[in-house]
Structures are given as C-alpha cells and as structure tokens.
C-alpha cells in the first residue's frame, strides 16, 4: 500500500502562466497526431528545420551499387554526421547495430529489379515489421507518367493508411521514368499529387529552373534526392540552391558515398542543410576536413 503519511502539498499551480500551445515546426504537419511529429521530428532538425538524409537503399533494385558494396564498413563511419538513415530491412537487420540510435527511413516498396519494367512495384514491407523496427518513416516509389502510375499511386496511398493507423509518416519518392521530361511542371504535378492524396514528406529532384514554385505548391516538406554523382562543388551547389529555394533537406546517396571522401562530404552536406553555408564555404570545408585524413 502507498505510505500516504507526510505527503507534500501540491502548490505550484502557476494558476496566472497559461499552458504554451505550440505550433509544430514543419510545414503542413501542424494536425498530425503525436507519434507522427515525433517521429518527423528525428528526421528533420526542429532547430533548422531540415534534414540531411543518407540514402544507402539503392541496393533494392540495382544489386551491390559503388559505394555500397560493404555497408559495414563504408557507410557505417557515416551515421554520426547523417540526421537519417534510408535503407531496407534486410540491410538494416543484416548490418546495422540495434544500439544506433539514428532514426531509420524504411524503404517499404519493391519488386522489379533494373533488368525489367522499374514502375511495377507493390507494397515491401508489412507495417508491422515497420513498427518492429521502430522506424521513423516509410519510403516508397511514386511513378507519375510511368507505365505503372496507378498501382505505385496506390501502394503509396496503402502504406498512408498503414501508417497513419500505427503513427508512421509515409516518405513518397517521386521517380522519373527516362523519357520523361525533368522540369517545374512535371515535378510540380509529381510532388502535388503525393502531397493531395496524403503523403506526409515528397522526395523529388532539384532541377535549374523553377523549383521554387515545385516546393512552394507542394503543402508538405520536400527534400531532394542527390541522383548521380557529381563533382563535390556541384553538388554542394545543388544542394545549397534546393534549400534557399524552400526545400527542407536531402536525401542523398551517391554525392556521399561515392564521393572521394564520403566523411567530408557528408558533414559540408550538413553545413549548408543546417547552417545556409554557402556552397564556396562548405567545400572549402569538405576540402580541409578530407586533407586532415
Ligand atoms: C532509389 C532512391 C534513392 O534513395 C535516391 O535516389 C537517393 O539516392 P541518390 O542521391 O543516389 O539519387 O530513392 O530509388
């Protein structure tokens, strides 16, 4: 029985401070539930607001890329300076140690391999092994235009519902097939529909002109795949125009880990998602720190 005897007064009531309400840091996400702010909030920084995610699930539909051909041990050294994770279940079981604390973006669509038709995809992972992993987020593939469009739209809006009824925000990744064309209309139409139809973060690609009106019509935070590797500046400057043109991070593989060095290119990465360094700076800082090796 509880020992009721000398039990302290309850009197800080601060009955005149009314109770802070805050608003929730990331655009659009203001009515999600707890869980899903939450989890959102390991993803993007609440400080800055953005995210860099490291993206090491290529192997889903391309084999042992370069870069990737030991996770271990190449992308392993990485995680310190990334704010996410991206990769599959069998890669985060088979690899990553349970004692990493660093939130996990599942990637949760699959089934066609760059030998066949890539837009034919389903549902990967059940939300219940999401919810076993404990994971932040689920990825999954979003054709527009594609052959397969309806059916990646509906795995998408599957994975939503799944989530939503365990707490887990749904990443959508608009792919682009390669006869189509790369420009502010296509990814204007590409990230809405996500967002309209519930995703709770877009990934989609930078492009020259007109991004600002991709990220400005798209209700939801965007943040932007790297796609191939470039030479360290460039994608610097990619990554450095993204964000002052409303992008909330990226989610970027190859301009990391096939990098000369992937540990100074991840934390210059950092600089300009985090701290608006411009793109001169962050690779003089990607040239001190790979020189101090
Ligand atoms: C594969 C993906 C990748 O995660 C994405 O393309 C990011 O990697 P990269 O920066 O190398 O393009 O979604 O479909």
Redesign the pocket.
């Known amino acids: 029985m509880a020992d009721l005897d000398g039990v302290k007064e309850a009197k800080n009531f601060h009955a005149g401070v009314p109770q802070k309400s805050e608003g929730f840091f990331l655009k659009g996400s203001n009515s999600l539930d707890w869980g899903m702010k939450n989890r959102l909030a390991r993803i993007f920084n609440p400080q800055s607001g953005n995210t860099v995610m490291l993206?090491v699930?290529?192997g889903y539909?391309q084999g042992p890329t370069t870069g990737l051909e030991r996770i271990d041990l190449d992308i392993l050294p990485l995680v310190p300076y990334a704010d996410t994770l991206?990769l599959t279940r069998g890669i985060l079981r088979s690899i990553v140690p349970p004692s990493m604390t660093l939130p996990i973006v599942i990637r949760a669509s699959g089934g066609s391999s760059i030998l066949k038709e890539l837009s034919n995809e389903e549902i990967a992972v059940a939300v219940e092994d999401s919810v076993r992993l404990n994971v932040s987020a689920m990825?999954v593939?979003v054709f527009i235009g594609g052959e397969y469009e309806k059916q990646s739209i509906h795995n998408m809006t599957r994975l939503i519902d799944q989530g939503i009824r365990a707490g887990i925000p749904t990443l959508a990744?608009t792919?682009v097939g390669t006869d189509m064309a790369r420009d502010a209309r296509y990814f204007r139409l590409a990230t809405r529909i996500c967002a309209e139809l519930g995703a709770h973060y877009v990934?989609t690609y930078f492009i020259e002109e007109g991004f600002e009106t991709v990220t400005s019509c798209c209700p939801v935070p965007i943040v932007i795949?790297?796609?191939?590797k470039l030479p360290e500046l460039d994608a610097l400057t990619m990554a450095y125009k993204a964000i002052q043109q409303g992008a909330n991070g990226v989610?970027?593989?190859?301009?990391i880990f096939q990098s000369e060095a992937p540990k100074a290119m991840i934390q210059a990465v950092g600089a300009v998602v985090h701290r608006n360094e411009t793109p001169e700076k962050a690779f003089q800082m990607y040239n001190d720190l790979k020189n101090q090796k």
């Open positions: 993206a699930d290529h539909f991206m990825a593939q990744v792919a990934k795949a790297g796609g191939k989610d970027m593989g190859r301009n």
